[in-house]
């Protein structure tokens, strides 16, 4: 059985309209939560060699992002990134490169057919963990 995840309009359509504003691009960042259940989005640059299949974090304004969300006695809540191209399911790079098995991995797929597409998911000890997300 899936876990579900209930997350905020909001935040869905802060990640929806990121994914938008650059459509050929992989975007990518984290995403915090404090213990009032308020979740604040940072964006970081893609400085991956082809962002358009590929994201790689700016590694100083990832650096800074888990600063802020100390210095706010938040908790990284997840990590998310878009597919201009692909379904929204993880790449073997995805896998390859997760680091923060606690955390949940939001991908947004812009080709799913003109309807976005996101989905959650879980990686840990190198298998994928499926997360329902319910927008409410």
Known sequence: MNQTII?????ANRLLTLAQLTPDVEICGLISKNNQQ???VYPIDNIASDK???FEM??????NAFKLI???QQDLFAIYHSHPDSEAIPS??????????EALNIIISLSTKGVLDMRGYFYKNDKVETV????E
């Open 7 to 11: 997350i905020p309009r909001t935040l």
């Open 38 to 40: 308020k979740y604040q």
């Open 52 to 54: 358009s299949c590929v």
């Open 58 to 63: 700016q590694p100083e304004q990832q650096i």
């Open 70 to 72: 100390r210095e706010k």
């Open 92 to 101: 073997k790079k995805d896998l390859n490169d997760a680091a923060y098995t």
């Open 132 to 135: 329902d997300l319910i927008i």
